[in-house]
């Protein structure tokens, strides 16, 4: 082994290796168990980030730890075509070079479209795979393939003549900036400070008035009526009158419906279904015109004043109520906080706008979707977005399917010029009504979840009936991220029941958003983002999984910042250079050293536990072992993954190197007694083993590459017959190796040696003077035990003598401590000289007394407290509580000292 890790070499080593042998490929032929999952997947409209970095590594744990597990896995990679998304991009790299898709043209367009998702689809299958990912690449899957393509003109063509698809003018979500509809949610709702214009509108008449509010008023150029709730006894006798529409003249009547909200401003309300989705509601229920007045760039047009057309529908706002106050019809304008629909992609302000659009019925389809989470078929990690799924499937409302851009799956639908409208999967020939070959598809392309929300069967090949969508379908397990919980897992599992007749998958894993320390999402603008491919480069592919996986609690966001991943480098090289240690120590399975240098006698490892002579050390660390493999099977299946890298981390670092390691390195040092030095080894590579296989699904190259010199250590069994650890069989907890009693021992055990150590830290002694030590031990069992490992206390702190005597007396000068009743003393005659650190420990307590004294001050201190920043007092309250701790040890020491 190379003295240090390095992960640039060994991952790239190791990964070619793994696709080289097909390790990652299902078998459909398989008898085993199935387990599956289809990736999230990424857009094609650049290179992954670290959401990403958490999402796949969340599913590759799952994946690995299942294939171990011996279940035939199958994860499906692929990309998705993220319509408006990615035209956008390339959009943007066409301005560069002055031009635009119009100029171009539709088919000229598209192949530059092909061109980037070529580019940018290899580059993130190089990123997956750059992260370990151990998906079936050789079912990659995209979403415009010849495949996915087939199956979203089937689903539309079946639901179109289940009447569950329907073409209607409708108030939509509209994009002025991508000029597309947009789904409901695909309008994300901000909260903007605004005002709220309160407007006179006067009676044809000319007897008064009635007020109006509003946030939009350059829409009340479309205003077709004014409403009243018919319960309201304040436009009782006014509700017959006509209204004059300000500016443009046009007479509209006061209409009555139970919509309107009485105590809501003046309780009446302007109406314009043709700019606002509750008004369309109500023109429909009134039989009411709408108008138009903007166009699809939100430009004002239609009929209304010529002074208006052509301007932009905020500075016409601005126009607008300059001439409205011009003419004495502005009563009164509030400062007003609402929410306001922003296009997911652009982030510009959305506009109800209407028009003819394609839209899915979803009522009909969500009812065995939201009884399936009502009976709780379907299960959600984190619980809690259950009632966030309900809620939405409860109130679900039509999907706006059609979309005003060219990449995407072009609606399979064509018209005629007689008026007949042909939906099929194939390109018609002719109009089965009048037998024209005039025939023109529609020019609008498919919502990009409605290829997405296929993508659980239509990468196994349906609707073909196959034998890879028989093994492997459904699926098992989702990990996403809660923001599309509506446009996909919910939608999935729509489609999933109404064409396959299965749920797709049964459980959902919600992870949370990655976030800088300060909390503050990760984007370009901020210029926060942190590159997955970065940190790989600088810290290791391990290193990055194991650090975000560990400081990420269940369904919690993730805050990261570059320091982060110095925990799992860190951990790896410990990992590492224990390893390291103990396979330097050990000959090969075939004999030859290959090692000059290594200690006379070692032997290859042996998988079988000595049994009849495990030392007290053996059976402690074999005991813990099991209740780490438990606890670590656990933690994975309930999808609690942080929790997991906490038990192997502690178990590794602090039980296995920091002790056990350490305690065997007196029978791995000796030579009287060969079988001593083998039990040694074969008990450490018996544990390491076991470690690398818990922690394989987590960190899969550095424990791939420890295995594969503790096979060549291994005579057979635990390591051997297996060319990747990835096939090694995932441990299981041995009862009859738990071992209560030994457990308990061990521990205080450990504890009076960390208490013996600190009494040296605190008297200041150097770490090469050895001490004598003393323990009047609390009981018989305690002294028995007690006096049983005093070679052991010896050892670790730094002694060279430990009395266990129930009848002594305490020392005159020693350092003390009680452990679970058991009197602990440190000889400290010899070690320190008394009057020097007597004369320290005092000035050690003055100069804390002091810290301590100012810092209660600045604490007590008003303009303190309320000037500063609530982190810095957190602070200041932090470093104080730290000194008096500090200040009550030195006490002690000083006190124990005279």
């Not at 990652?24 to 289809?38: G, H, N, W």
């Not at 923001?483 to 396959?500: L, P, Q, S, T």
Request: proline letters at 5%.
């Amino acid at each position: 082994m190379e003295k240090q890790y390095n992960p640039s070499i060994v991952e790239e080593r190791l990964y070619a290796h793994w696709m080289e042998q097909g390790y990652f490929r299902a078998d459909e032929t398989s008898e085993k168990e199935k387990y599956s999952i289809v990736i999230p997947p990424p857009n094609v409209t650049g290179v992954l980030h670290m959401g990403h970095a958490l999402n796949n590594t969340i599913q590759d744990i799952i994946i690995r730890h299942k294939r171990m597990s011996g279940f035939e896995v199958m994860w499906m990679p692929g990309t998705d075509h993220a319509g408006i998304a990615t035209q956008n991009v390339v959009e943007r790299r066409l301005a560069k070079d002055g031009k635009n898709r119009h100029d171009m043209g539709r088919e000229a367009f598209v192949g530059e479209v092909w061109k980037w998702k070529e580019e940018y689809h290899a580059t993130i299958t190089t990123q997956l795979k750059k992260l370990g990912s151990s998906c079936d690449w050789s079912r990659e899957r995209f979403t415009m393939d010849e495949g996915l393509s087939e199956a979203v003109r089937k689903v539309f063509v079946r639901l179109y003549n289940d009447k569950l698809i329907y073409k209607g003018k409708y108030i939509i979500n509209w994009c002025p900036r991508c000029r597309t509809a947009l789904s409901d949610e695909e309008a994300e709702h901000k909260e903007l400070n605004g005002k709220l214009y309160h407007l006179k509108y006067p009676y044809e008449d000319g007897s008064g008035h009635v007020s109006v509010a509003t946030t939009r008023p350059e829409t009340m150029l479309g205003d077709v009526a004014v409403a009243v709730n018919p319960a309201d006894d304040r436009y009782r006798d006014v509700k017959h009158k006509k209204i004059v529409l300000p500016l443009t003249g046009r007479a509209i009547p006061f209409i009555e419906d139970g919509f309107v909200d009485r105590e809501f401003g003046t309780g009446a309300v302007k109406v314009t279904p043709a700019h606002d989705p509750n008004d369309f509601q109500m023109g429909l229920r009134h039989n009411l015109e709408p108008v138009v007045v903007m166009d699809e760039g939100a430009v004002m047009t239609g009929g209304i004043p010529e002074k208006y057309i052509g301007m932009d529908r905020f500075e016409c706002r601005k126009v607008i109520i300059e001439d409205l106050a011009a003419a004495g019809l502005v009563e009164k304008i509030d400062d007003h906080a609402h929410s306001v629909g922003h296009c997911y992609r652009c982030d510009t302000v959305v506009e109800p706008y209407y028009s003819d659009q394609w839209f899915v019925k979803m009522k009909p389809l969500a009812a065995p979707a939201l009884a399936a989470a009502v009976n709780d078929e379907i299960k959600f990690f984190p619980a809690r977005w259950k009632k966030t799924y309900v809620d939405w499937m409860e109130n679900i409302r039509d999907w706006c399917i059609s979309r005003q851009i060219w990449w995407g799956h072009q609606i399979p639908a064509w018209y005629c010029n007689c008026g007949e409208i042909i939906v099929a999967e194939e390109t018609p020939a002719k109009c089965p009504k009048c037998q024209s070959a005039n025939l023109t598809q529609d020019p609008d392309v498919l919502d990009t979840w409605f290829s997405s929300w296929l993508w659980p069967f239509s990468t196994m090949g349906w609707p073909e009936d196959n034998e890879f969508m028989k093994k492997f379908y459904p699926t098992d397990t989702l990990a996403t991220a809660p923001e599309i919980i509506f446009f996909w897992v919910a939608r999935m599992i729509m489609a999933g029941y109404h064409f396959v007749g299965k749920l797709p998958f049964t459980d959902i894993i919600l992870h949370g958003t990655v976030r800088d320390k300060t909390g503050r999402k990760m984007s370009k603008s901020l210029g926060n983002i942190i590159d997955p491919l970065e940190i790989i480069a600088a810290y290791g592919t391990d290193a990055l999984r194991f650090s975000m996986i560990m400081i990420t609690a269940q369904g919690s966001d993730v805050f990261l910042g570059k320091d982060t991943f110095d925990i799992g480098r860190n951990f790896a090289n410990k990992l590492w250079n224990a390893s390291r240690f103990l396979l330097s120590n050990i000959k090969n399975a075939s004999g030859d050293t290959g090692n000059p240098a290594e200690t006379a006698g070692c032997r290859a490892l042996t998988p079988e536990l000595p049994i009849g002579r495990l030392k007290s050390e053996d059976k402690w660390i074999l005991s813990k072992l099991q209740h780490v493999v438990k606890n670590m099977d656990d933690a994975i299946n309930a999808y609690r993954f942080n929790e997991a890298c906490h038990i192997i981390y502690d178990f590794t670092w602090h039980e296995f190197c920091d002790w056990y390691i350490e305690a065997k390195k007196a029978d791995m040092y000796q030579d009287g007694d060969p079988q001593l030095k083998t039990d040694a080894l074969s008990l450490c590579g018996y544990v390491l083993a076991s470690i690398l296989k818990l922690l394989h699904p987590i960190m899969p190259f550095i424990t791939e590459e420890i295995w594969g010199h503790l096979r060549e250590k291994t005579v057979s069994g635990s390591a051997a017959g297996f060319d990747s650890i990835m096939f090694a069989e995932y441990p299981k907890p041995d009862p009859s190796l738990i071992d209560e009693l030994t457990e308990g021992n061990f521990e205080l055990l450990k504890n009076c040696i960390i208490a013996l150590r600190t009494i040296r830290s605190e008297n200041n002694i150097p770490p090469d003077k050895t001490g004598t030590a003393l323990i009047i031990p609390a009981n018989k069992d305690a002294a028995g035990w007690l006096a049983s490992q005093t070679a052991t206390i010896n050892l670790f702190a730094k002694l060279s003598e430990t009395t266990v005597d129930e009848n002594a007396q305490k020392p005159a000068f020693a350092g003390s401590a009680v452990v679970r009743g058991n009197q602990l003393f440190l000889i400290l005659e010899g070690l320190i000289d008394k009057k020097v650190e007597t004369e320290r420990l005092t000035k050690e307590t003055a100069r804390l007394k002091s810290m301590a004294a100012a810092a209660k001050s600045k604490l007590e201190s008003e303009n303190f407290i309320s000037r500063a920043p609530a982190d810095v007092v957190e602070k200041e309250r932090e470093k104080y509580q730290g000194i008096l701790v500090n200040l009550e040890k030195t006490e002690k020491a000083l006190e124990n000292l005279k």
